[in-house]
């Protein structure tokens, strides 16, 4: 996992820069999950329709 050699010898403090760094990285800039029509709308951009 991300280079970490022992994931559970981590911190909790470790494991949230880890999420942080993650969400970050990954474009996540909400606490708040998609709404239905914006999942819908990831699905079908995924599948291609």
Avoid at 12 to 28: F, Q
């Amino acid at each position: 996992m991300m280079g970490v050699g022992d994931p559970m010898g981590l911190s909790i403090g470790e494991w949230t820069a880890i999420c942080a760094g993650w969400d970050k990285a990954h474009g996540r800039t909400s606490d708040q999950p998609p709404s239905e029509d914006e999942f819908d709308a990831a699905v079908m951009a995924a599948r291609g329709s």
